[in-house]
């Protein structure tokens, strides 16, 4: 059986997870909302939700980890590092979805260039950040056997 502290200790890594994926969703489907309007929003993840969802999931496990690592040694050391490079790059690639739409703006910033960038290789920038979650995930739960070893 589980003690309580280590159940709250469980629990409140799973809360710290679905909301980063809440939070995470939420940005994607504001993001893309406000450059395309909601209709392509819908659209778009019609098209690419099993990545929009793994991208999303993959980033919640490594918050739920992170907060569950850092309850264990109450410090999180540079493993806040590879949450936050994950966490951009998981974010990065689900609004790829909807650059190629911001060419209307980004004339006028000078970053046409970038756009068409993101747009040929949308898909791939997707694996991108499935293989940085997958990669920040393993590293993470490497830590937390480790360190459970080592207690």
């Known amino acids: 059986m589980l003690s309580l502290t280590k159940m709250n200790n469980i629990t409140k890594s799973v809360l710290y997870g679905l909301v980063a994926s809440a939070i995470l969703f939420g940005i994607y489907l ?41 309850s264990l040694v109450h410090h ?19 609004i790829s979805c909807c650059a190629h739409y911001l060419a209307n703006l980004v ?25 940085f979650n997958f990669g920040g995930i393993l590293y993470i739960s490497r830590q937390i056997i480790r360190f459970k070893k080592n207690s």
């Open 76 to 94: 999180g050391k540079s493993m806040g590092k590879i949450v936050g490079v994950s966490g951009t790059t998981s974010t990065t690639a689900m």
């Open 30 to 70: 504001g993001t893309l909302s406000f450059v395309s309007g909601w209709q392509y929003t819908q659209n778009q993840f019609v098209t690419y939700w099993y990545f929009v969802v793994s991208l999303t999931l993959g980033f919640g496990i490594q918050i739920g980890l992170y907060q569950y690592i850092k």
């Open 107 to 131: 004339p006028i910033l000078g970053a046409t260039g970038l756009v068409a960038f993101v747009t040929q290789y949308q898909t791939r920038i997707f694996w991108v950040g499935l293989l």
